[in-house]
T-cell receptor, first 113, second 117 residues
């Protein structure tokens, strides 16, 4: 089956620090990979995605590269802001839009001023 | 852009009662919608796939008689938690994908927080 493993939180950083949230996966078939963000009291919002090996997804200063050889999709940002404080979920699907997503457990990110 | 609306955003009910949660795609038709459940500080777990005009597909371990899903139109799926118990208290989130978008991301509702007393 499919599974997603991401680093446990909470992760606490100072403003302008460099961020890495690790994500690795196992999948039957060729997955598409996603990062979602959940702000307090809200639903999930797509942050970025990658659909094939070596693709780099990027949005709002966040980046993640689809690494098939290491089955990883680590999330990075060069300089975090307080407004980036949220829970980040790594996810995959192997069925395109026809199947649901398999999520990691989420990483709570706290950015301190 | 595509929007998925979920209602209510929160609900408190007594043990033994039933609660209905609605999920609507506002500007696209969705033949398939998904229902997830999120426990506190846990990941989202796929409960079932809701298919317009046919029966829902439930994930292993999810009781179909307890979590009734109806996808009567291309823009609406409902999840009814029947005879709710305190252990059903959770955050329920639906999602949908516009048709013919291949691997485009699923769009999520803002979730419904259910508290059973």
């Amino acid at each position: 089956g499919n599974s997603v493993t991401q680093m446990e939180g909470p992760v606490t950083l100072s403003e302008e620090a460099f961020l890495t949230i690790n994500c690795t996966y196992t999948a039957t078939g060729y997955p598409s990979l996603f990062w979602y963000v959940q702000y307090p009291g809200e639903g999930l919002q797509l942050l970025l995605k990658a659909t094939k090996a070596d693709d780099k997804g990027s949005n709002k200063g966040f980046e993640a590269t689809y690494r098939k050889e290491t089955t990883s999709f680590h999330l990075e940002k060069g300089s975090v802001q307080v407004s980036d404080s949220a829970v980040y979920f790594c996810a995959l699907t192997t069925g395109g839009g026809a199947d649901g997503l398999t999520f990691g457990k989420g990483t709570h990110l706290i950015i301190q001023p | 852009g595509a929007v998925v609306s979920q209602h209510p955003s929160w609900v408190i009910c007594k043990s033994g009662t039933s609660v209905k949660i609605e999920c609507r795609s506002l500007d696209f038709q969705a033949t398939t919608m998904f229902w997830y459940r999120q426990f506190p500080k846990q990941s989202l777990m796929l409960m079932a796939t809701s298919n317009e005009g046919s029966k829902a597909t439930y994930e292993q371990g999810v009781e179909k008689d307890k979590f009734l899903i109806n996808h009567a139109s291309l823009t609406l799926s409902t999840l009814t938690v029947t005879s709710a118990h305190p252990e059903d208290s959770s955050f329920y989130i639906c999602s949908a994908t516009p048709p013919r978008t291949g691997n485009s991301p699923l769009h999520f509702g803002n979730g419904t927080r259910l508290t059973v007393t």
